[in-house]
């Protein structure tokens, strides 16, 4: 009986240790927080620095001179176009005047030197076509006389003996009729001298054209062919002069080329004396506040001094160079805030202007590459000056619609990174692929869905299986 007692004590604390242990089993599991894989975009914060710049233009001297006045002082806005410096302009002047004279001289030279040249060709080309004309008549008269009379002559001259002679025969016809009737009374004495005189006359005639057909026959004479060789030889000596002539003509086109050569030379230096005198005075080149003054009245100065600095205040911009972290973060037309130790607590709105597509391989120690951007904020007050260091700030995407977990979520077991998911109160390991890390989270490409578990911060000790309770 006493041992029956025993038994039935000792199966009950059997059972009562077994509840206890049912009942702590939870406390004694590892605890851990938990957090649901989530689906969006997924951002990062930017931080850069950068130096404000703005449009600067160096105002230099082209000439060297004593500063006669200045119109500007440091701080002053000045448009395009407003004179700032003039130095003494008298030498100036002088060479201008002298180059303007040297001008008008060339160019009188070179009106000169053209008439000359019109008169020349007019001159010559008259001459020589007179004297090529009196060459081929002289030509054409010694051939003439070479050649004797044409078949042509001879018929002619043979033309006018015959009817000279029958002229002559009927005149003395006439004259033998008027003497027998003058003979018989029946006509006057000065009927009979008038016939008389008719054959006279006919007979001179006659005698003429027999001479002048004899002259046509018996041909030129030695001495009128000698005269007429002669004649050529002189008109070829007048030719050979008038051609001659034409070779002065281009004497005086080459006198009339240098002279427009010596004209383009003065206009140059015409040109050079104008530019030097303009540059006595010094204007500013573009629209501007003067920022730097190295020039006071009565400084010698010379071409490249830098007398004052100009730059553009109303547009100023900041170029950042962003490391190969950064670049997934910034896209064209971004909205970003600087910030400058100058003005605490003033934020100036800005905007990504620029972004380079040509990586800057020489970005910084250890660096492998940059992208360099442009960033304008607005600054209507002009409070943000050239050369001032600001910080940047924003906030980029770096990938949308993507799968994300806590980045201390990701740990490495067994030389494979994953994470730990918990469902039934197990924790298991599941390896992923990781894709864009930030600070906070880590984009999964592979390994766990939307809606997983998973351990925001596993233990080190931590292992596959082991049970867990969440916080």
Do not use: C
């Not at 010698?300 to 490391?323: C, F, I, M, S």
């Amino acid at each position: 009986m006493k041992r029956g007692r025993v038994i039935v004590l000792v199966v009950a604390g059997i059972a009562v240790a077994g509840v206890l242990h049912q009942i702590s089993a939870p406390w004694r599991a590892t605890a851990v927080e938990v957090t649901p894989v989530e689906r969006g975009a997924l951002s990062d914060s930017l931080a850069v620095t950068g130096t404000v710049e703005a449009r600067t233009v160096t105002v230099s001297p082209k000439v060297p001179g004593r500063v006669r006045a200045v119109h500007a002082a440091s701080g002053d806005e000045v448009p395009a176009g407003r004179i700032l410096i003039e130095l003494d302009n008298e030498e100036m002047a002088a060479r201008l005047d002298e180059a303007t004279a040297a001008v008008s001289a060339a160019r009188a030279r070179q009106a000169q030197a053209a008439a000359a040249l019109e008169v020349q060709r007019a001159t010559a080309s008259a001459r020589l076509a007179q004297a090529e004309a009196e060459l081929a008549a002289a030509r054409a008269q010694r051939d003439k006389a070479r050649a004797g009379a044409r078949p042509q002559e001879r018929q002619q001259a043979a033309a006018r003996v015959a009817q000279a002679k029958v002229a002559l025969d009927q005149a003395r016809r006439e004259h033998q009729r008027m003497r027998d009737l003058v003979a018989r009374g029946a006509l006057p004495q000065s009927a009979l001298d008038a016939a008389r005189a008719a054959e006279e006359t006919a007979q001179s005639q006659y005698d003429a054209a027999l001479q002048a057909q004899s002259l046509i026959e018996a041909g030129a004479q030695p001495e009128d062919i000698a005269t007429a060789e002669a004649r050529v030889r002189q008109a070829e000596a007048l030719v050979a002069a008038a051609r001659a002539a034409a070779a002065e003509e281009r004497v005086r086109a080459a006198d009339l080329a240098t002279a427009r050569a010596a004209v383009g030379q003065a206009e140059a230096a015409l040109r050079a004396a104008r530019a030097q005198l303009a540059a006595t005075t010094i204007a500013a080149p573009i629209a501007g506040t003067v920022v730097r003054k190295n020039v006071e009245v009565g400084e010698l100065v010379t071409p490249g001094t830098a007398l004052l600095t100009l730059a553009d205040l109303r547009e100023v911009w900041v170029t950042v160079d962003l490391a190969a972290g950064d670049v997934a973060k910034v896209r064209q037309g971004q909205d970003l805030e600087v910030r400058s130790d100058a003005y605490p607590g003033r934020v100036f709105p800005a905007k990504i202007t620029e972004l380079s597509r040509v990586a800057d391989p020489r970005f910084g120690v250890g660096q492998a590459w940059s992208i360099r951007a442009k960033v304008a904020p607005t600054d209507p007050d002009r409070l943000l000056r050239p050369g001032v260091q600001v910080d940047i700030e924003g906030t980029g995407v770096v990938a949308a619609n993507a799968l994300l977990v806590p980045a201390t979520a990701i740990v490495t077991r067994l030389e494979r990174t994953g994470v730990f998911v918990v469902a039934g109160g197990i924790a298991r390991f599941r390896p992923v692929e990781i894709g864009v890390r930030t600070s906070k989270r880590v984009q999964v490409l592979g390994g766990v869905k939307m809606g997983d578990r998973v351990v925001a911060a596993p233990a080190e000790g931590l292992r596959d299986g082991m049970r867990v309770r969440t916080r």
